[in-house]
């Protein structure tokens, strides 16, 4: 079972990035999967969650409208994209799974490498 | 400010024991699992304690956690120097609809 993350990416403020993380090992549709930001010296920040199987999707209310989550469970994988960065997006970005089909009770067991994106003009 | 709180801090000699504690409220600890994760420099979250006290399979027995009302613990038996990292603490928020997370424990082995 793994989550394995896109590469780091270098972006300037305003444009536009889309980052992914793919599920092997276990059914990808199955389980709830979420994104976590690390900001530089800081603590892990939830921003998001979505269920493979429906899309059903809910956002922490600090990232609600800043970024979007989706998912294409034909390749099992997941999405977190950004329409205008700015310079306060800067981050490691985890894609993290739910241990269950049912969002509630448990925080995430499973998570990915990491992806750090850099928005520097 | 993270949800869940955490002291930024603890250290230890080797084969000393520590805790780390992890406060929360009645719609994340009082009410769901609390996880913990290690973390190493520059390295992802590991899975150290799922459902408040489980150690998934190739953590060391020397990790414990337990949870009473609206706080949690991590202990630490047996401190080697491998053990330095960070430390945090998560449990599903009820009013959040989602996870939330202690702002970590850097743990020293003096």
């Known amino acids: 079972v793994q989550l394995v993350q896109s590469g780091a990416e270098v972006k300037k403020p305003g444009e536009s990035l889309k980052i992914s993380c793919k599920g092997s090992g276990y059914y990808f549709t199955n389980y709830w999967i979420g994104w976590v930001r690390q900001m530089p010296g800081k603590g892990l920040e939830w921003m998001g969650i979505?269920?493979?199987?429906?899309?059903?999707?809910k956002y922490s209310p600090s990232f609600q409208g800043q970024v979007t989550i989706s998912a294409d469970k034909s390749i099992s994988t997941a999405y977190l994209q950004w329409s205008s960065l700015k310079a306060s997006d800067t981050a490691i970005y985890y894609c993290?799974?739910?241990?269950?089909?049912?969002?509630?009770?448990?925080?995430?067991?499973?998570w990915g490498q990491g992806t750090m994106v850099t928005v520097s003009s | 400010q993270s949800v869940l709180t955490q002291p930024p801090s603890a250290s230890g000699t080797p084969g000393q024991r520590v805790t780390i504690s992890c406060s929360g409220n009645?719609?994340?600890?009082?009410?769901?699992?609390v996880y913990w994760y290690q973390q190493l420099p520059g390295k992802a979250p590991k899975l150290l304690i799922y459902r408040s006290n489980q150690r998934p399979s190739g953590v060391p027995d020397r990790f414990s956690g337990s949870r009473s009302g609206t706080s949690a613990s991590l202990a630490i038996s047996g401190l080697r120097s491998e053990d330095e990292a960070d430390y945090c603490c998560a449990a599903w928020d009820d009013s959040l609809s989602g996870p939330v997370f202690g702002g970590g424990t850097k743990l020293t082995v003096l």
């Open positions: 993290a799974r739910h241990p269950t089909s049912v969002a509630g009770l448990d925080a995430f067991d499973i």
């Open positions: 979505l269920y493979p199987g429906d899309s059903d999707t």
């Open positions: 009645s719609s994340n600890i009082g009410s769901n699992f």
